[in-house]
């Protein structure tokens, strides 16, 4: 007989929160904290979601989106899960690109890239300034409709070089395009600029494994192996409102539901389009997800080394930057995250992860023999492109592994295995969710702004706050519990 992952949980619950990713851990952490009692639902036999990590034979350990984030992750850690975590967020000071408009070495913060436009690309000093200054200014509320390709031309016109540095990292993180409303440019990198890039030294099982520990010692009840079928609801006083979850066949009841799923697994699948108004249904449906990505795994054997040649290289043969060229199933453009021994002190290893940005129908519709030779095709030619820097790299190597927008619809259930949530209007529709159905809520990566390791944890936090009002509410007076706005 199959195991019950579900043994011994309770009846009844105040929250349960669909899956484990930064923004469900974080939710789940904070609506605790709150005195809420909280279940945390995971189908992957890891928590994590896209923040997670794999061992292979060989002792080797690879992290899936550990690469980068901005500063502002110390202040949130520290704040929602402890010092402990945050303690250990430390500075990635080796940012390289190498393309054919440019090579560059930087810390990626403002004082560096405000020194290398005016020296190296020439770009008058009071440009940049005024550039980073305005960034900083964007606000959300503006409505302003203007794209990130628009605004790179109204301060640095014709300049492709200049549009390729500020761009590539930013597409590579989030999956935003040219055509994006500037803010979601302006906001991520701001946040980058501020003071560079960071990292959680001790790799990403470690900062999984001691968030846990947290939500445990705060009482969040943690399933993994559990995957959430459907959302209940019901109408009680002429309002429908959620009032459980199926999970693993078998009912659960709760007062209010946050979902980390991404937001169109949950409004369309999830909860289902007759919990909706047709007008919502139409806007859940016209989102549009975000692109995927693509990795090769390189293992460096033990006892072997690799020489610095940085801790993120962005690199490329493209002429020019291109944001279809990006995704492009051919694409020269690829990420390497270099891991060495100060990532995991103490196990003495060297990993490589190498990250391509992709499109989800070019994988999907290959055929089986077709998908394996096209991820073998990836990993040749990662490796190809490694020895330039690492002439030798090939034979360090031994473990190799490729995993595509296939892997991580398999892992993570999202709509079309997208890897950065959805589009700017994604973000309209998750906000909107419990004032159309009462008591379900949705955090997660959603509208390029709240996405990434930084903005997911604090949409996480925003939307525990709303949940937290809601619940304290309807503990008081149950029938009186106000409508959402
Ligand atoms: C290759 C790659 C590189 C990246 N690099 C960076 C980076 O360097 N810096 C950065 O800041 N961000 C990076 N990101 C993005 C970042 O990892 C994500 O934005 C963030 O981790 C997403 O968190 P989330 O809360 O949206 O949930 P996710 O991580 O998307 O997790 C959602 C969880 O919900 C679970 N789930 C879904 N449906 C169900 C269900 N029905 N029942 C039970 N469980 C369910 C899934 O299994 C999953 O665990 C990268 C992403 C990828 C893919």
Redesign the pocket.
């Known amino acids: 007989m199959a195991y019950d992952w579900l043994k011994g949980i309770e009846e009844h619950y105040d929250i349960v929160v669909?899956?484990?990713?930064?923004?469900?851990?974080?939710s789940a952490n904070v609506l605790a904290k709150c005195g809420h009692k909280v279940l945390l639902?995971?189908?992957?036999y890891?928590?994590?979601?896209?923040?997670?990590w794999f061992t292979r034979k060989g002792g080797h350990i690879f992290d899936?989106?550990?690469?980068?984030?901005?500063i502002g992750?110390i202040k949130s850690i520290r704040k929602y899960w402890s010092q402990d975590i945050a303690q250990s967020i430390v500075q990635l000071k080796g940012v390289r690109f190498i393309n054919p408009q440019f090579s560059m070495d930087t810390t990626f913060d403002r004082e560096d890239f405000t020194r290398q436009l005016v020296e190296k690309f020439k770009v008058p000093a009071e440009t940049v300034e005024r550039f980073f200054t305005d960034l900083r200014g964007m606000n959300f509320y503006d409505n302003n409709p203007e794209t990130t390709g628009q605004m790179f031309e109204r301060y640095f016109p014709g300049r492709s070089d200049v549009q390729r540095l500020l761009m590539e990292p930013i597409a590579?993180?989030?999956g935003s395009t040219l055509a994006d409303p500037a803010i979601t440019f302006g906001i991520v990198f701001s946040n980058f600029m501020s003071k560079g890039v960071y990292t959680f030294q001790g790799g990403s099982d470690v900062l999984i494994r001691k968030m846990t520990t947290e939500l445990k010692r705060n009482g969040v009840e943690i399933r993994k192996h559990?995957?959430?079928?459907k959302i209940l609801t019901a109408t009680e006083s002429g309002t429908k409102q959620v009032v459980g979850v199926v999970?693993n066949g078998r009912t659960i009841r709760c007062r209010a539901v946050l979902?980390?799923?991404?937001i169109k697994?949950t409004v369309l699948?999830?909860a289902g389009e007759e919990n909706f108004t047709a007008q919502f249904v139409a806007e859940a449906k016209a989102v549009r997800v975000n692109s995927?990505?693509?990795?090769v795994y390189l293992g460096i054997r033990k006892g072997e080394t690799l020489p610095h040649i940085g801790d993120?290289v962005f690199t490329s043969d493209e002429p020019t930057f291109s944001s279809e060229k990006l995704v492009d199933l051919h694409t020269t453009s690829r990420t390497f995250?270099m891991y060495y021994p100060d990532t995991r002190p103490g196990l003495d290893r060297y990993t490589v992860?190498v990250?391509i940005n992709a499109r989800y129908a070019d994988w999907n519709n290959l055929s089986p023999a077709g998908y394996a030779e096209e991820k073998q095709r990836l990993i040749d030619e990662s490796i190809t492109a490694l020895e330039r820097y690492i002439p030798d790299v090939r034979s360090k190597i031994d473990w190799q592994e490729a995993?595509t927008p296939r892997t991580?619809e398999y892992?993570?259930?999202?709509w079309a295995g997208t890897?950065?949530?959805t589009k700017f209007e994604g973000l309209k529709v998750s906000m909107d969710l419990p004032s159309q159905l009462r008591g379900l809520y949705h955090?997660?990566?959603?509208g390029i702004i709240?996405?990434?390791?930084?903005?997911?944890?604090n949409?996480?936090v925003i939307v525990s706050n709303q949940i937290d009002k809601f619940l304290v509410a309807q503990k008081r007076a149950p029938e009186a519990t106000p409508p959402i706005v």
């Not at 639902?41 to 992957?44: A, M, N, V």
């Not at 899936?64 to 901005?70: A, K, R, Y």
């Not at 979902?259 to 991404?262: K, V």
């Open positions: 669909i899956g484990s990713g930064l923004g469900g851990l974080t639902l995971e189908h992957h890891q928590l994590g979601g896209l923040a997670t899936i989106s550990l690469h980068g984030f901005p992750m590579y993180a989030n559990v995957n959430v079928e999970a979902s980390n799923a991404n697994n699948r999830l995927s990505s693509c990795q993120l995250s992860v990250s995993a991580i892992y993570t259930r999202h890897s950065f949530g955090a997660g990566s959603v709240m996405s990434g390791w930084l903005g997911t944890i949409y996480g």
